[in-house]
């Protein structure tokens, strides 16, 4: 995953909760890389800025720390999972939100049959790939 994530020559990594951080601390270490922690309403001290979004069976908000994230900065997301894409599309734009360049998304697993990837706007990578969905 960190061979993946460099080769969109990030500045910063950001990570979806929490599958995603237990991959990116890793990576964002052996990069020489800070982390952007994406997070659930009200898990984040401080201000905030959120991004709501729907779900196929729901709706659900994303927070990053306001200021964390250099305007213009290559932001990598990392996550382990992408399914029908839902997060991931919100993350992206959680991250544009904040004046983040969205350079790449890397993913340990993908559920093919549920096409995350075809509305996720930026280039990705995944390591495994299933066709079950």
């Not at 020559?9 to 237990?22: K, N, Q, T």
């Not at 990053?64 to 290559?74: C, F, N, T, Y």
């Not at 983040?100 to 995350?116: Q, S």
Request: net charge neutral.
């Amino acid at each position: 995953m960190g061979e993946a994530a460099s080769a969109f020559r990030p500045d910063l990594l950001a990570a979806v909760e929490s599958r995603g951080f237990i991959f990116a601390a890793p990576i964002a270490y052996r990069l020489g890389l800070g982390f952007a922690l994406i997070r659930k309403v009200g898990k984040l001290p401080g201000a905030v800025v959120s991004h709501a979004y729907d779900l196929e069976y729901g709706s659900d908000t994303l927070q990053v720390s306001d200021g964390l994230i250099p305007r213009g900065a290559r932001v990598v997301l990392i996550d382990d999972l992408i399914a029908t894409g839902g997060t991931a599309m919100a993350s992206v734009q959680l991250l544009r939100k904040v004046g983040a360049e969205v350079a790449g998304a890397v993913f340990l697993i993908e559920l093919l049959g549920l096409k995350g990837r075809a509305g996720l706007g930026v280039p990705s990578t995944t390591l495994l790939a299933y066709e079950g969905g």
